[in-house]
């Protein structure tokens, strides 16, 4: 680690840096969606250009992204968000709303200029009571 600061030192140093870890370190990988490299993380580095992003995949191949600073453009933005727990965070998806109806940017199921059926109140609403009612457990 202390050569990849090194050089990010000597090369631009625009990094925005924070601690994790603590508590969130006590729950179990697969108990939420975040990815587990998180989980075991003790600090996230953030990065402003493509030269130090590409480092920084290149000298921590397992590591993850952190889902608010990630790049726009993260090319394995899938596995990089939510890692090992994605097969199960795509079966919730498929179960809680497998007509794709919230659909948003690098989410679970995201599905690039799709546009779903609204014209079924009742569904939309039945979805969404579903997916609260999830989260309330």
């Not at 569904?123 to 989260?135: C, M």
Request: overall charge negative.
């Amino acid at each position: 680690m202390k050569d990849i600061l090194k050089w990010f030192i000597f090369n631009g140093f625009g990094t925005f840096n924070y601690l994790i870890g603590g508590r969130m370190m006590e729950v179990g990988a697969s108990d939420t969606a975040t990815h587990p490299v998180m989980r075991q993380s003790v600090f996230q580095i953030s990065v402003f250009n493509d030269a130090m992003i590409e480092k920084l995949r290149e000298e921590l191949p397992d590591s993850a992204a952190g889902f608010n600073h990630a790049a726009k453009d993260e090319p394995d933005w899938e596995n990089q968000f939510w890692g090992d727990n994605l097969d199960r965070l795509r079966d919730m998806k498929q179960k809680y709303d497998p007509d794709n109806r919230f659909n948003c940017w690098h989410c679970v199921g995201y599905l690039e200029n799709s546009s779903p059926d609204f014209s079924n109140i009742e569904e939309i609403v039945a979805a969404t009571t579903a997916y609260l009612a999830f989260r309330r457990n």
